[in-house]
């Protein structure tokens, strides 16, 4: 049994990892030090921004590190200096070296967003819901030299919803990872330190999602059209072409999962639900289209100003 808080340095870059940090925050552990990214330009104006971690750390006061190299020596001399008993990392963006997994003196545990050894890598949302998954969820894990193959401490399911997509997913998953994590702290603290192998096995990977997957093609089942655009659902988006103009859609269903409706890509009219477009087999609706250039749209707000009904998407 261990009393008091632990002595930890959280490491985190993205919104992802807010949720953690808030909760090791509210339990009361002791967050010696945060580590995330460097400040880097985004959104349309290109703004040189800190990372939501970042902002979150400097309203607690909490010191932050920004290493461009983490085997930086002066780096790993500060990280030393703390003396952490433990490395907590969600979504941090790098692998770490053997110098830092070996800092703390208990161990280094990372919030991974999906039932490991499934989807390990940097999409695991994202591939989730490519792949048309029913059931996704987080895990507690030790953090080992090889990504995402760490023992098992702890894990959630969390169903899928044919509503969800990347955005909504992404939110209730980063809440129940915190969830966890809050738990495995306290089972770690009365001796728990639970450490199931992973089961090789069953490994998938979930790799980063290039600028080329992001092209929608069509001519692919209404399933698999539909699992793209919501694993890409709201970014970046899963993006087609019409009349040589760049065009992403949002919100997709599937309509009719089989049956030929007419050339994969064709605008095949309205419906309640938004939009319906053919696929190579079977179609679906899209609630939202986006034309380069111009902001988001409901289908029915979209069609007003352009003729897209027995038109082909590219």
């Known amino acids: 049994m261990k009393q008091g808080p632990w002595r930890l340095i959280f490491m985190g870059t993205p919104q992802f990892a807010l949720p953690s940090l808030e909760a090791v925050l509210a339990a009361g552990e002791e967050v010696a030090a945060v580590v995330t990214q460097p400040d880097k330009p985004r959104g349309r104006g290109r703004l040189v921004t800190p990372s939501p971690v970042k902002e979150l750390a400097q309203s607690w006061n909490l010191p932050v590190l920004q290493p461009t190299r983490l085997k930086d020596p002066e780096l790993m ?162 993006a087609s072409r019409w009349r040589d103009r760049g065009l992403k859609v949002f919100g997709a269903r599937i309509k009719q999962s089989d049956g030929k409706l007419g050339e994969p890509g064709t605008v095949l009219g309205p419906t309640p639900q938004g939009l319906e477009i053919a696929c190579g087999q079977g179609s679906i609706t899209v609630k939202e289209l986006q034309l380069e250039g111009h902001k988001r749209l409901a289908a029915a707000d979209f069609l007003r100003g352009h003729a897209l009904a027995g038109q082909v998407l590219g």
């Open 77 to 238: 001399r500060q990280l030393k200096a703390l003396e952490p008993e433990l490395l907590i990392v969600v979504a941090y963006g790098r692998i770490l070296p053997p110098e830092v997994l070996a800092l703390p003196s208990v161990g280094p545990l990372n919030v991974h967003a999906s039932l490991l050894p499934r989807y390990r890598g940097s999409a695991p949302i994202n591939w989730a819901l490519i792949r048309g998954e029913k059931e996704t969820g987080v895990t507690v894990q030790w953090l080992a030299s090889e990504v995402d193959s760490g023992p098992i401490f702890l894990q959630e399911k969390v169903p899928i919803a044919p509503e969800d997509n990347f955005g909504s997913l992404y939110t209730r998953l980063a809440e129940r990872g915190a969830a966890l994590l809050v738990q495995a702290l306290e089972r770690l603290r009365r001796g728990e330190a639970v450490k199931t192998p992973q089961n090789e096995a069953g490994v998938t990977l979930a790799p980063p999602i290039s600028r080329e997957m992001r092209r929608l093609r069509w001519d692919l089942p209404a399933p698999e059209v539909a699992g793209w655009i919501r694993g890409l659902d709201p970014k970046p988006g899963a």
